[in-house]
């Protein structure tokens, strides 16, 4: 069964630097693994000290206040450093890879044949747990609790977003295997929502044990929010899981090979990349190796996924965890005089404020940081609702955090939300206020309100 989910509201931002589908080999000598990463985790216990020797699969840290979610190794060598932050928060545990691959056995098996308990201890043993997440707030999904379902994207929509079907292309008996574990753990439906406008993957359309469903409609149409929102909404009280197609790749493989195989596919965009491409590494990859001599002699920001919602990274930074884009683009340190006077026929236009949206409606953009002025009075324009398909209040609801209003926040939809799915608003702000960080703050309280 499939249907077809039209969405009418939103924004393509097209910028410069698409990755040419084309999948080189990266060779890597470090990694990391970020407790930064991963939402709610306020107090990652180390297992491991600098200098220690690992494995494939061995457990790195903890969660202090659920003890069943462990975090392993993506390579085998040596732990060679431990970075930690403000108020010594665990920030990254750097591995030297020894290029070995030497990995600890979990056993393979099939799980149609494993209850899902057995399933659910082989996925928090050998720490491919970590990759499934949980609506609201975002956290590592909870193994003591079943959700009302399971959503994957089987695509992206946000700007120079990789191509998921080339990731998945070929695997398609890796990924039915993470989809039969993850049936296992739900009493309701997985549901697969794919891209209207091209055509899937038949790794995507072949699937078993999902219900599919097409979403035709610019960008936020590839965030599992927006698709949660349109398929099976979620109400106080409710909580639904959700992955990506890479995550569920892994599964698949830990139940057939048995051991944990973080294999990512990555894509170098943007418009200070020289030559964009998909890379094949690991989970927590540095950049150095993929970024050197590759990118054009700027100030650049580095980021960890796309220019939406991804991280501010070192030139010499590591992807973060769940992330399969790396995006180059210049910064935006300088001020422009009277810039929003000037015709702008090369300029980035939202509304018809500048020449290039009536002359140049398709074309690219080379776009920076830059966000062109500062935090003025916040007023009512109209402005998010046209950038987020979703049957809410969105300025309500981000004053309502403000004001830090816990019943006003459930009654105008926090419980849906999530950071990227305001991420548009953000960009398109005429009051230049940070609506993610906001959206965050009031997920975190209503997180902190429940528990």
């Known amino acids: 069964m499939s249907d077809t989910i039209k969405l009418r509201r939103g924004l393509d931002i097209k910028l410069k630097g698409e990755a040419e589908k084309v999948v080189v080999p990266l060779r890597s000598r470090k990694f990391a693994l970020k407790p930064t990463d991963f939402v709610g985790l306020r107090y990652a216990k180390l297992l491991v000290h600098e200098g220690d020797e690992v494995k494939v699969g061995t457990q790195l840290c903890y969660d202090k206040y659920r003890e069943n979610i462990r975090f392993t190794s993506p390579v085998s060598g040596k732990v060679v450093g431990i970075k930690r932050g403000h108020k010594r928060i665990l920030e990254e545990i750097q591995i030297e890879s020894d290029e070995k691959g030497e990995s600890i056995d979990f056993g393979a098996a099939d799980p149609n044949s494993l209850s899902a308990e057995e399933i659910t201890k082989k996925l928090l043993d050998s720490g491919v747990w970590a ?31 990789p191509d998921q079907d080339l990731i998945v292309h070929g695997r398609g008996k890796e990924f039915q295997a993470g989809l039969d574990a993850l049936a296992k753990l739900t009493d309701g439906k997985i549901h697969l929502s794919l891209d209207a406008k091209s055509k899937p993957s038949q790794v ?16 936020p149409a590839g965030n599992v929010g927006i698709q949660i929102h349109h398929i099976d909404p979620i109400n106080k009280g409710e909580t639904v899981w959700y992955t990506g197609p890479q995550q569920v790749l892994t599964i698949g493989r830990l139940f057939l090979e048995g051991k944990y195989n973080p294999e990512r596919i990555v894509a170098l965009t943007g418009s200070e990349i020289k030559k964009p491409v998909y890379y094949k590494t690991t989970i927590g990859a540095s950049i150095e190796e993929m970024v050197k001599d590759n990118t054009t002699n700027e100030a650049l920001r580095y980021i960890s996924g796309d220019v939406l919602t991804g991280k501010k990274i070192r030139k010499d930074g590591y992807i973060s965890y769940y992330d399969d884009q790396v995006t180059v683009i210049p910064e935006g340190n300088y001020y422009e005089f ?18 290039s949206k009536w002359f140049k409606p398709n074309q690219t953009y080379r776009l920076d940081t830059n966000i062109h002025g500062g935090e003025r009075a916040y007023v009512m324009t109209g402005q998010y609702e046209s950038v987020i398909p979703m049957d809410i209040y969105p300025v309500m609801l981000v004053k309502s955090i403000m004001f830090e209003d816990i019943d006003l926040m459930e009654n105008l939809g926090i419980y849906e939300v999530d950071e990227e799915d305001f991420a548009l608003a953000e960009v398109i702000c005429t009051s230049k206020i940070n609506v993610q960080e906001v959206i965050r703050k009031g997920l975190d309280l209503i997180r902190a309100e429940m528990s």
């Open 131 to 161: 990759g499934i997440r949980q609506r609201p707030y975002s956290t590592v999904a909870d193994p003591e609790t079943k959700p009302k379902a399971i959503f994957i994207s089987g695509f992206d929509s946000a700007p120079l977003a």
């Open 204 to 219: 995507f359309t072949n699937s078993k044990n999902v219900e599919l469903h097409y979403i035709d409609g610019p960008h």
């Open 338 to 355: 009277f810039g929003w006077a000037k015709p702008g026929l090369n300029k980035f236009s939202v509304s018809r404020t500048f020449l």
